[in-house]
């Protein structure tokens, strides 16, 4: 009798919320003899309970036995058709067997029999996002309400809205999100690049500020940090970032590229150019570090060692455009027009809206006395680069040869804005808090 009672308290204790939530703790701390051994009790005395079912499910699958975990879930739902859990638990199951049709028609069938429940609603909806199904996903994300959405529903609706193209509703989502998650790296890192997607440099900037004060020593924040700093001006803090990911480790190639990157920002093209040649020693088939090393060389003018740079990444980089560019700009300022000329056309035929290629175009021709050619070419430039005010200056100054001074008036008003823009979002730029720990 005193057996039969101790079971049954034992019993008692397990299927309380507390004991099952004991059995849950020990899977999630991985614990999983110790939670076998509570649930084959549990279940010995009461194998029909479905939230057993379910933490059996569970551990299963921690054993990697998804066999076993289905029949557990399935059985779970032959015995409670009214409750959520089996259906959400199930579905991810068969999601996660390939079977999306599969984990489709049990969430439909979820519905039928209980609505339009929140957790089941979201649950299609990520099938539909991994599926690619974006609006369907996001229209199946708007009928939940947003109070008491399930765990996921603001990563889920933010990564669906980026997904569309809408990076202010996906930075809305996520700053929901950052609510929830006030020391997560990862949602500050997605919010510093919905911000970079919608050019608000100033908000990407203080969102991996803040990441950095979190985890200093991150090497995907300090990584995230430099190259926010590089889009909003910071060309220093980009350099330091990079040292100390360089200091942390040496031989990485990809901190290398962003310490090159960071020094021809902020304009020491020299220490660019020995810096790169020192890995080139390293790394001689490496085409990003020769097209580097040949782009600093030109800003350097010493045009003969940039042609070989260029002329090496363009072979090891057959379909980047972008040393034919500069190959054209070395040819250009060594007033080799025909070259130059011939390279641009190359660079066109790749990317026929590169601003930068119009832009020396116009310059070309307008030094050879095509202005009709150089006025097309100079106005498609200021189309392709309307922040940038070196297509107005060329063309007030086309306009003043050509003798319409209205125009050339209004171009070198216009020219004359844009470098204020520049100066003003470089002084904010400089006057922003540091707020990440001190400089290495």
Known sequence: MLGIMLRGLLLLLLLQPGGAESIRQLLQSGELAAAERRLEEALRQNGDDWRLLVLAAELRLRQQRPGEAE??????????????????????????QARPAAARDLLDQGRSRLGEHPALLYELAVLAAEQSQFLQSLALLSRIPSTGAPDGYWEALGRVQAALEN????????????????????????????????EEHERAWEYMSQARRIAPNSPEVLYDFSRVSLTFGLAAEAVNCARLLLFMEPGNRDYQILLARSLMAGSAH?????????????RPDDGEMHLLAGISMTELGDFSEAEQHLRRARELLPGDPEPIYFLGLVAYNRTQDEEAERHFQAV????????????????????????????????EAARLLPANPDPQFQLSRLYRQAG?????????????QLKQQDVAAAERAASLPYTAPDRP
């Open 71 to 96: 029949t557990a879930l399935e059985r779970a739902l032959d015995l409670a058709p009214g409750e959520i859990e089996p259906y959400v638990q199930l579905s991810r199951l068969r999601r996660a």
């Open 167 to 198: 990076y202010a509703e996906a930075e809305r989502a996520y700053q929901r999100l950052l609510e929830r998650r006030p020391q997560s790296i990862g949602v500050m890192r997605a919010l510093s690049g919905f911000a970079l997607k919608q």
């Open 270 to 282: 020299d220490e660019a150019r020995k810096w790169l040649e020192s890995r080139l020693a390293e």
């Open 348 to 379: 066109l035929e790749q990317q026929p809206e590169h601003g930068g290629v119009w832009l020396t175009l116009g310059k070309l021709r307008f030094r050879q006395g095509r202005l009709v050619e150089a006025q097309s070419c100079l106005e």
């Open 404 to 416: 319409d001074t209205a125009r050339a008036q209004e171009s070198i008003q216009r020219y004359q």
